[in-house]
Every structure is written in structure tokens, then in C-alpha cells.
């Protein structure tokens, strides 16, 4: 035991960002696009060499989407691609895994002017599991909206959605 009271002091540490976007429409699609550099981000890591219990990465983030409406029916769709690219020494130290590549699905119409289902779906490839968020929207009056919905985890209890596959919220 130490003989003096342990004393907490938490690190504020500073990062460098750079990125970018692009937006192009196609008609009635709209395809974006986003990429960033950060540098000096510290990530948890089960390393016990590490100082602080995190290591420095720097990553290239990117993603593109494709928004498509679908005005004859009011609804819409929504694609995605993303990745976090891990520099200076890769993801292997990095406790919490978001995967190497991911893609996602939203989808959503309106019946009967009140009533809108949706299906959002996220998947990563490489260790970082997956969402399914399927929901009902119920709009009675104008600016007001109830919602019924359930999110189904997937992956590995150390990815970015498997850990909270086994937890109540």
C-alpha cells in the first residue's frame, strides 16, 4: 500500500487534422466524399509495455456515400464505404478494433403519410462487427414522431459493435 493517497490528473493531449470533402450530384443522387489525417490520437491498447496503457497512431479515414431518393414513393436510400487506416505501427497494439474496411445500408419509406420503417445496416470487415437497427417511425401530427426499434450487435466482444452484443443499455 502507498503510503500517500493515490492522485488522479487527467491528460488533455492535442491532435493535428487535415482532411477534405467532396459532394457531386447525378440528378437525383448525391454521391460524397470525406478523407482525414489526423496525427498524435492515443489509442487504448492490452500492450503492458506501454506507457499510459495507450499508444500514438496516426490514421487516414475516409469514407463515400451515395444518397438516393426515392420521391415517388417518399423514401430514400443511403450507401456507404469507410476505413480507418492505422500509420505508424498498424492496428495490431490497438485494444479496440473497428475493423479494416466497412460498408453500411440505410433504408426508408413513408405509408400512408404517418408510418416509416427503416433498416440501417453497418457492417466491418476485420474484426469489428456489425449493427442491424431495423425501426418504426409513427408520425399522428406534424412534429410529433414515435419510434419502436431494436439494434442486433454482431462480432468479437473486443470489436466496436460486439462489445455490446452480451450488454443491457
Known amino acids: 500500500m502507498p503510503s500517500q493517497p493515490l492522485t488522479y490528473q487527467p491528460r488533455y493531449d492535442r491532435i493535428w487534422q487535415a482532411g477534405a470533402t467532396f459532394s457531386k450530384d447525378f440528378g437525383s443522387m448525391v454521391l460524397h466524399g470525406e478523407a482525414i489525417y489526423a496525427s498524435g490520437q492515443n489509442y487504448g491498447t492490452f500492450d503492458p509495455t506501454a ?3 495507450v499508444v500514438a497512431r496516426s ?26 487506416i492505422y500509420l505508424d505501427g498498424g492496428s495490431d497494439a490497438v485494444a479496440l478494433k ?3 474496411f466497412g460498408i453500411s445500408a440505410f433504408v426508408s419509406a413513408k405509408f400512408a403519410g ?6 440501417m445496416w453497418i457492417q466491418t470487415f ?14 399522428p401530427i406534424r412534429n410529433t414522431t414515435f419510434s419502436a426499434g431494436v439494434d442486433i450487435f454482431t462480432g468479437a466482444s473486443d470489436g466496436y459493435f460486439g462489445r455490446y452484443g452480451n450488454r443491457d443499455r
Open 114 to 119: 404517418v408510418w416509416e420503417p427503416q433498416l
Open 126 to 139: 476485420g474484426g469489428g462487427g456489425g449493427l442491424v437497427r431495423p425501426r418504426l417511425n409513427w408520425t
Open 51 to 53: 506507457t499510459g496503457g
Open 59 to 84: 490514421t487516414v479515414d475516409w469514407i463515400a456515400s451515395l444518397d438516393i431518393p426515392f420521391t415517388e414513393i417518399d423514401g430514400r436510400t443511403n450507401f456507404q464505404a469507410f476505413q480507418r
Open 98 to 100: 473497428s475493423g479494416d
